[in-house]
C-alpha cells in the first residue's frame, strides 16, 4: 500500500526474487464521505485482496492501512516503512495541528501543486524534488485529502502491534527517529527512502519476510 496520496509507482525499484515473491500493489480509493470511518474505509481496501494470509507491506500513511487490514483478514507478515505504529510515534508539530484543529486551515484544494503538498509536510519539502514528487503522488482529490489527513492525525491503533516489522529511514523527516521505537534502522533514508534507498530495503525485505 502507498503512501499519502502515492500511486503504487513508488515500489518500481523494490525487487525481489521472482520465484519465491509475488507482488500485488493496492491503490487508494476515494472516500464516501469526508466522514467515512477509517474501518469502513479499510473494509473496502480489503475487497481487493484475494490472496489468502499475504504479508502486507505499507509505507507512510499506507503503513498505517496494512495495520488497519491486519485487523480484519489473516495476514502471515506486516511490514511498515517510513510510517508509525502509534500516535505515540507522532512529532511534536503534528501532535500540535491535531490539538489546535489547525489542519483545517490548510487549503487542500490547491494540492494541485506540489510545493503546496511538500509545505504541509507529508513529504519532503525540498525543491529540487518537485518532478520526483509529480511522478509519484498523482492523488490529488480534495475530498480525499483532507479525510487522509484527519486520518493520519487522529488513528487510534486496536492493539499494541508488537509484531510489526517497521523499516525507517534515520533521516526522515516527516516521522522523525527519535519518536520511532523497535525499529530497523535505514542510515541516511528519508521519508521518500522507498524510492532513493530501495536496493537497502529490498535486502531488509528478503531477509525479513518469511
Known sequence: MPGLAA???????IKLPEEKFEFHFLSWVIPESIDESLENYVKRIAE??????????????GGIIV?????????????IISSIKNLNELPKRLKLLKITKAYKLFPSKKLSEIEDFSKFGFINSIKNKSDLYNKYLDIRNKKYLDWAIYNVLHWQPKNNNENIFHIHGSEDAIFPIKYIKNSIIVEGGTHA????????????????IV
Open 7 to 13: 500511486s503504487a509507482k513508488i515500489f518500481e525499484y
Open 48 to 61: 481487493n485482496i484475494e490472496h489468502k494470509n499475504p504479508v502486507l507491506v505499507g509505507v507512510s500513511f
Open 67 to 79: 495495520q488497519e487490514l491486519s485487523q480484519i483478514i489473516p495476514t502471515k507478515q506486516v511490514v
Open 193 to 208: 527512502m522507498i524510492i532513493v534507498k530501495a536496493k537497502k530495503i529490498n535486502n531488509i525485505l528478503e531477509k525479513i
